[in-house]
């Protein structure tokens, strides 16, 4: 890619945005950060003092726009958004504020002040809903069974009009369940939640049999691949694509491994599964491999033991 761009990244102090916004700055790239500090924290990032900060809610149109006015940035990355599966369930009025107004705004901002190139990250199963076959492509029928899933879905038919009504070139990337360091229990999310009950000596909890599945793909893996992406927007001819690892792994096999891992020796209690999420899912990225060259190189345990040891390094 080509360095020294201005880059802005809404969410750029959250798990994901954090290690995409250090990355960029090691790079050579001037970075703009935007961020509510909802879920995200500003220790998350080694060179905050190399970027410029800004804490706002993306749904704060005006402040918004004189952020991008100011900034002139030539490339957004658009991360922030309500990210809880659970919590859409609890709150669809926050979750569809959030993820639907708060892209709109995103948009509304490039097309004011002339920016052209977007990156929009989705999710790869919560839009689908129960898939029909596995592993799910890009072309599998659309059916969310959660608010968040419906609303990042949603978000992605207005960055389509937007780049057929105003020229603003796009990807859209679809994560697998991205996990590692810097990931926060605080979201439920499963790896970072059981990993803080494995350290507290807790007993975690599983919802169901454990039996689901999901593809786990590690962080590094991801933001390095989006940073080489950025020179590839207006140049391919898909423009969604799935990023995992193409691996359908039990809730049940990931607990076993960080066991292992950790010597922790209690079990699990199970409870009720949840509904509005999905029971199996395993992304098919052969698109993303033949267009974009997207080829994850850490296995789970691997990576499960680089975030076990982020953990116990610097979280408390």
Request: include cysteine.
């Amino acid at each position: 890619m080509i360095l020294k761009m201005k880059v802005l990244v809404t969410g750029g102090v959250g798990f994901i945005g954090s290690w995409l916004v250090d990355k960029l700055v090691e790079k050579g790239n001037e970075v703009i950060v935007v961020d509510d500090l909802s879920i995200g924290k500003k220790e998350n990032l080694i060179n905050l003092e190399k970027v410029k900060f800004y804490l706002l809610d993306i749904c704060e149109h005006e402040k918004l726009n004189e952020v991008f006015k100011k900034e002139r940035p030539e490339i957004i990355f658009h991360l922030a958004a309500q990210v809880m599966l659970r919590k859409s369930l609890e709150d669809p009025l926050y979750d569809a504020r959030n993820n639907i107004i708060g892209t709109i705004n995103v948009l509304e901002a490039c097309r004011k002040n002339n920016v052209k190139k977007i990156i929009y990250t989705s999710t790869g199963g919560a839009r689908v809903g129960e898939p029909e076959y596995l592993p799910v492509d890009e072309k599998h029928p659309l059916k969310p069974l959660s608010p968040y899933g419906i609303s990042k879905h949603s978000a992605e038919h207005y960055v389509e009009a937007y780049s057929k009504l105003y020229n603003i070139d796009y990807l859209i990337f679809c994560f697998g369940n991205v996990y590692g360091p810097r990931d926060d229990p605080g979201t439920k999310r499963l790896i970072p939640l059981f990993i803080d009950l494995i350290l507290k000596n807790k007993t975690p909890k599983i919802f169901g049999d454990g039996e689901q599945t999901r593809d786990f793909i590690y962080v590094l893996d991801l933001v390095d691949f989006m940073i080489e992406s950025l020179d590839k927007i207006g140049s391919t001819e898909h423009k969604l694509f799935h990023l995992a690892n193409g691996k359908q792994i039990s809730v049940n096999e990931v607990f076993k491994l960080l066991k292992e891992i950790s010597g922790f020796e209690r079990e699990v209690e199970q409870v009720e599964a949840i509904k509005g999420e999905v029971r199996d899912i395993v992304l098919d990225i052969s698109l993303a491999e033949r267009e974009l060259g997207w080829n994850p190189k850490t296995d789970i345990k691997k990576g499960l033991e680089g975030t076990l040891e982020w953990f116990k390094k610097y979280h408390s």
